[in-house]
């Protein structure tokens, strides 16, 4: 069965830091473009980072630019983001997903069940 289990989430106070994990199982991780989103209470799901399936090309959301680092290690199935100077607007529950689209057009795509990052003084 496919997996994906993020690890790292819990309450931090302003400027500090979190790196998150997503550890990956049952699919064949390396073919899969990767990404980190967020979702605040009452809030739509946001795209916080994005990385390609060899690692090769990165993209960030505006708001966490210059303080996030997205990465992975495609030989332990596992998927990292570094947060770094967090502020009280990137409390969120945050979530890992696999996307991979085939010869065919086939969408594949699997998604974890979040973890929370709570920034609070």
């Known amino acids: 069965q496919v997996q994906l289990v993020e690890s790292g989430g819990g309450l931090v106070q302003p400027g500090g830091s979190l790196r998150l994990s997503c550890t990956a199982s049952?699919?064949?991780?390396?073919?899969?473009?990767m990404s980190w989103y967020r979702q605040a209470p009452g809030k739509e799901r946001e795209l916080v980072a994005f990385?390609?399936?060899?690692?090769?090309?990165?993209n960030y959301a505006d708001s966490v630019k210059g303080r996030f680092t997205i990465s992975r290690d495609n030989a332990r199935n596992t998927m990292y983001l570094q947060m770094n100077s967090l502020k009280p607007e990137d409390t969120a529950v945050y979530y890992c997903?696999?996307?991979?689209?085939?010869?065919?057009?086939?969408?594949?795509?699997?998604w974890g069940q979040g973890t929370q990052v709570t920034v609070s003084s």
């Open positions: 049952e699919f064949t991780f390396s073919s899969y473009a």
């Open positions: 997903r696999a996307r991979r689209v085939d010869f065919r057009g086939t969408v594949y795509d699997y």
């Open positions: 990385i390609a399936s060899a690692g090769s090309r990165t």
